[in-house]
């Protein structure tokens, strides 16, 4: 099963590790050093230009969304 999280990207929901409000980067200091770093490596990815709302984690890549973590979660939802 795929979820879609923005733009033209959908995800494989098997690869998916977690879904976070957007907010969890600045509030707290270890979740922005770590997302710092994963930039450094080529790991974020921006999935279209609209305003980011959540931050969707996979095995492999994480990904700056401009759904919300709320919506991403209710489709979560109706797969399983």
Not at 24 to 43: F, N
Not at 65 to 76: A, F, G, N, Q, Y
């Amino acid at each position: 099963m795929y979820i879609h999280i923005g733009a033209d990207r959908m995800i494989r929901a098997a690869e998916l590790i977690a879904i976070f409000d957007v907010n969890i980067e600045q509030s707290s200091k270890i979740s922005s050093e770590y997302m710092e770093h994963a930039r450094e490596q080529g790991r974020v990815v921006q999935v279209g230009e609209e305003e980011v709302k959540s931050i969707v984690m996979t095995q492999d890549q994480i990904y700056y969304s401009p759904i919300s973590s709320t919506t991403l979660k209710k489709r979560l939802n109706h797969i399983f």
